[in-house]
């Protein structure tokens, strides 16, 4: 089942993910750390139904009956860190996407995407650039109707992340949100399909690689991890490009990086 703007909802296999799992990190490898978020509500930027958006987003925000659960990290060209985290409903209907995007020269953007009725209705965006040798920060903000149409945008940008905080936001012309990746990434389609790779060895320890030529996950193997895999390791060149359905877990070790270890996988035939 893929997405449809009318009625949104996580696909099988992905619920099947998203259930062993209640919350998301960075990459501890990275060098540079994401900073502390910017209050989003302190806008005075003169769009007058921003407190009728912001009453849904609260309702959102503080919902405690919703599941979270996170993609899994991808690895891009250029060392690009891709990840998100996924809430949903009990009719695993999503409400609310958090994506995070690391590069390796030190840039970064964390996106939120909150969802009602099926659609889009409000985007944010909090960017760290790299310019001259030098930070930029900024956040956008977006505000989309019932047919996804742009509303109303607004930014603020500045080189002191402190001094961000006490400028008004800006308005700006209105881009459409392109949500295709981020739900690709949920759904593990396209770029971001669990197609079997093979396997990497490290510090003793054995990894699954799944992907596509454009981004690459890797899962830790233990004994526990179940299902077809064992059909992958006796023949590894039988299987490869096969799509894999996965169940997964996050763990952090004494090294301080998180890793992701496999817990099942079941071969989907063709």
Known sequence: MRFRNTYLKITTCTFIVLVFLT???QESENTVKEPPKTPLKQINSGFKEEELFHKYIDDIDNNKDLTSGPTLKYLGDNEIHVSALVFFDSEKSIKKIISEEVRGEGSSEVCSYYFRGGGLFFHTSEKTEINDDSFVFSVTKVYLDSAENIVFACSKRHRDFDSLEFLEFQPIEKKNIDKSKILALVNQE???????????????????????DDYTSTLEIDKNSSGDLAKLLKNPAGYMSKKLNLSFSNYTKDDKIEYQKLLRLKILED
Do not use: A
């Not at 399909?193 to 054995?206: A, I, P």
């Open 190 to 212: 396209g770029q971001f399909q669990t197609l079997f790779r093979g396997f990497s060895d490290f510090n003793g320890l054995k990894f699954l690689v799944v992907g596509t």
């Open 23 to 25: 919350s998301c990190k």
